[in-house]
């Protein structure tokens, strides 16, 4: 058993608890890692204010980690102490009817078919003041050890530096996935991006990487600007700016509206916003951000052939394709070191949130 720092959230609406935790060593078909690095994801948030569903407290939070395995349970192939890894909050188990199917990339074992608070075995590794800790998405990167299930782990190369390639484990890959997989962005295209989060920038890097000619970011956080031109946009703009809807401005930019929309923030108003500005016929609008409400649209929005799309970690399949992603950062194809704003203590993952809220 290892004794560490874990992140617990005891309770929803309330802040993180730095504590020490017990983790339990890796049972057979389980890798237990130790967590160098890791993102502050919306998703977590989402987390803290009890709004995401399937979540039992007390838990570690955090997904979007990078690490080396400490230990390996028995029967363990792809991996051995020492490799430097990614654990996967979308796992790669290769068996069900998705894994094998080359166009899917959501494996059954995720959680929103079975929810993944305890291992597989329906056990916690974590315990603190003799209490069991529940896992989140079977990674829990808000703890400087972890066990995490074999095919819930990518082995990357060992040259990744961990604190930048902890990105791809959510929020880079999912952008930058949206647009390369999911949407499929052609050359010469025009994009529209709602949102310049971590994610927002990652798909204008995926738009910009596929060759689309136009990229619009749009944002109210004019901060995040000069950011987004770097990374590809070749427009930004606040929708605060203009008197008529953004739907109405993006189509007047366009003509008849963008080829690709993506909306990267989790609102339902800027979801149907991103549907609507698309052309009507030929348009494909991506939904990245996380929705905790639900949504009513006028059918006309799709009647006409619009293509209104979901995506989970950018359609990647996992195992396979996040060590491919991380070898295409080290030959320089993307940059997403400008995705990270700050580096912070473990002690500080508050403050991390609280930076996260305030659009910094």
């Known amino acids: ?51 995401m569903p399937n979540v039992e407290f007390p838990v570690i939070p955090g997904h979007e980690g990078a690490g080396i395995v400490e230990s390996i349970g028995e029967g363990v192939t792809s991996v051995k102490p020492g490799d430097k890894v990614i654990p996967l909050c979308i796992p790669q188990c290769g068996e069900c009817s998705f894994c094998q199917n080359p166009e899917s990339n959501f494996c059954q074992k995720s959680h929103f078919s079975e929810p993944q608070n305890l291992l597989p075995d329906k056990t916690s590794r974590f315990s603190c003041k003799g209490k069991q800790i529940h896992h989140f998405l079977w990674i829990s990167t808000f703890a400087e050890y972890t066990v995490v299930p074999e095919y819930a782990v990518a082995k990357i190369d060992a040259a990744a530096p961990l604190d930048k390639v902890c990105l791809f484990g959510c929020g880079f890959s999912t952008g930058y996935g949206a647009a390369i997989n999911t949407a499929k962005v052609k050359p010469g295209s025009t994009c529209a991006v709602f949102g310049l989060g971590g994610v927002g920038l990652s798909v204008v890097m995926g738009c910009k990487v596929a060759g689309a000619s136009r990229i619009i970011a749009v944002d109210i956080n004019k901060d995040k600007f000069a950011k987004a ?32 929309s993506f909306e990267a923030i989790g609102h339902a108003d800027t979801m149907i916003a991103a549907l609507a500005s698309c052309n009507m016929n030929t348009g494909v609008c991506v939904m990245v951000g996380v929705l905790d409400s639900a949504i009513s649209i006028d059918p006309m929005l799709l009647l006409t052939g619009r293509t209104w799309k979901g995506t989970m970690l950018g359609g990647w399949k996992t195992r396979e394709c996040i060590p491919k992603l991380v070898s295409g950062y080290l030959e320089k194809k993307f940059n997403p070191d400008l995705l990270i704003t700050h580096t912070l203590p473990f002690t500080q993952v508050n403050e991390g949130f609280e930076l996260l809220r305030a659009g910094k």
């Not at 057979?28 to 989402?46: F, L, M, N, P």
């Not at 930004?236 to 700016?241: A, G, H, M, N, T």
């Open 229 to 260: 031109k770097e990374l590809g946009a070749t427009d930004c703009i606040d929708p605060r700016d203009f008197k008529k809807p953004i739907q109405e401005v993006l189509s007047e930019m366009t003509g008849q509206g963008v080829d690709y």
């Open 1 to 51: 058993v290892i004794r560490c720092k874990a992140a617990v959230a005891w309770a929803p609406s309330k802040p993180l608890s730095v504590e020490e935790v017990e983790v339990a060593p890796p049972k057979a078909r389980e890798v237990r890692i130790k967590i160098v690095a890791t993102g502050i994801c919306h998703s977590d948030d989402h987390i803290l204010k009890g709004s």
